[in-house]
């Protein structure tokens, strides 16, 4: 089975919209053809996980995106982060150092993307989220349990890259 894809998206894949946006889109796609799917269906909201710092790929990730033409599409929303931006004693510098300025860093770095930073694992608490019959891309584990049931919207669970990929 092949996956079938729409002029806008064929341009992505082929690199015509820049580096960053082909590469989301061969993520988009590697996934897809992964779930066997015959074609894409556009999204409305996402709620992303990949600002979560765990080392040096996430920075990596989210600065290539940036130095190379990315942009969102859609309302994009921030899962928690490992470090507080309002509070740096929650986990002090002193602790590890370079951990903590990096997920400083990759913090900034999705807000300068276009993210909205919510900062929070259970976004289904704020007001504006998505709604019934929405197709949507989260990456948290309880989000994806809350919005598929108690919301109503449509998601799976999207791992850190293809989340941002999405959006």
Same mark, same amino acid.
């Given at each position: 089975? /092949?996956?079938?894809?729409? @002029? ?7 690199? #015509?919209?820049?580096?960053?946006? =082909?590469?989301?889109? #061969?993520?988009?796609? =590697? ?10 269906? +556009? ?9 979560? $710092?765990?080392? =040096? ?26 470090? /507080? ?37 259970? +976004?289904? =608490?704020?007001?504006?989220? +998505? ?11 309880? @989000?994806?349990? $809350?919005?598929? /049931? ?10 850190? $890259? ?6």
């Amino acid at each position: 089975m /092949s996956l079938a894809l729409d @002029a806008d998206d064929r341009a992505r894949l082929e690199g #015509r919209e820049g580096k960053a946006m =082909q590469l989301a889109m #061969r993520l988009v796609v =590697q996934a897809a053809q992964n779930l066997d799917a015959e074609r894409l269906i +556009p999204v409305t909201f996402a709620h992303v996980d990949a600002c979560f $710092y765990t080392g =040096q790929a996430h920075v990596d990730f989210v600065r290539f995106l940036l130095e190379n033409g990315a942009r969102l599409s859609i309302p994009t929303w921030t899962n928690n982060g490992v470090v /507080s931006l309002a509070d740096p004693t929650l986990r002090p510098a002193a602790e590890d150092p370079d951990f903590v300025a990096g997920a400083g860093e990759v913090m900034r770095l999705y807000a300068e993307l276009g993210c909205v930073p919510t900062w929070t694992c259970a +976004p289904y =608490q704020l007001p504006g989220g +998505p709604k019934l019959g929405d197709h949507i891309a989260v990456g948290e584990s309880n @989000a994806v349990s $809350y919005y598929n /049931s108690a919301v109503g919207a449509r998601t799976n669970k999207y791992g850190d $890259y293809l989340d941002v990929a999405c959006a």
